[in-house]
């Protein structure tokens, strides 16, 4: 069985500080995983994925996630966060051998203060 | 602008009624998932298509059928609609040998 776990439904933080939104998995086998926001009343934008490769991935938007096997995480993070970036934050996970349909988690809503 | 068309955007419609939601993928997709987002039970995976073939299935009801077409569009088909029916019903597509999606906006089914 597949899973994803976003530990943290609200995250704040200032203008301009780093930002972190943690996401942890469960999958049988090699992850696929990725990061999407959804701003209100509008569908969800892909930002980036893992596959194979560099544990860092660079996204749209300037953020990148870095992901851990030893501690089956793929933390979403960004350098200097922008209030534009508040939105709802999605952390999900596929297999192509189930399809590539995805296992989302609960979301993290994030405010960035001016 | 992510290539994936969704209509109705809103539909209202009473409890017992039968609704059906329309996807146009992005051009040259041939997978097609179907998700729906409510706020008990977050984002669920309902049904996938390939090329006009079922793939895989989620949690949708028997209620719930979808298809898709020779145009590779799909639709979504609700029945015996209940008032806990009522949430955000997602279309996404994706290429073969892609394994991200690109998602519709969305249709916000209300059933009264």
């Known amino acids: 069985a597949q899973s994803v776990a976003q530990p943290e439904d609200q995250v704040n933080v200032a203008e301009g500080n780093p930002l972190t939104v943690k996401c942890t998995y469960s999958v049988s086998g090699n992850p696929y995983l990725f990061w999407y926001v959804q701003y209100p009343n509008r569908g969800l934008q892909f930002l980036l994925k893992y596959i194979t490769g560099d544990n860092l991935v660079k996204g749209s938007y300037g953020f990148e996630a870095e992901f851990n096997k030893s501690q089956t995480s793929f933390h979403l993070k960004k350098p200097s966060a922008l209030v534009s970036d508040s939105a709802l934050y999605f952390c999900?996970?596929?297999?192509?051998?189930?399809?590539?349909?995805?296992?989302f988690g609960t979301g993290t809503s994030l405010t960035v203060i001016p | 602008d992510s290539g994936v068309t969704q209509t109705p955007k809103h539909l209202i419609t009473a409890t017992g009624q039968r609704v059906t939601l329309r996807c146009s993928p992005r051009?040259?997709?041939?997978?097609v998932y179907w998700y729906q987002q409510s706020l008990d039970q977050g984002l669920q995976f309902l049904i996938q298509y390939y090329n006009g073939e079922e793939r895989a299935k989620g949690n949708i009801l028997e209620r719930f059928s979808a298809q898709q077409f020779p145009d590779l569009h799909s639709e979504l088909n609700l029945s015996s609609l209940e008032l806990g029916d009522s949430a955000l019903y997602f279309c996404?597509?994706?290429?073969?040998?892609?394994?991200?999606?690109?998602f519709g906006q969305g249709t916000r089914l209300t059933v009264v």
């Open positions: 999900a996970v596929s297999s192509p051998n189930t399809g590539n349909q995805f296992y």
């Open positions: 051009s040259g997709d041939l997978s």
């Open positions: 996404a597509s994706s290429v073969e040998g892609r394994a991200e999606a690109f």
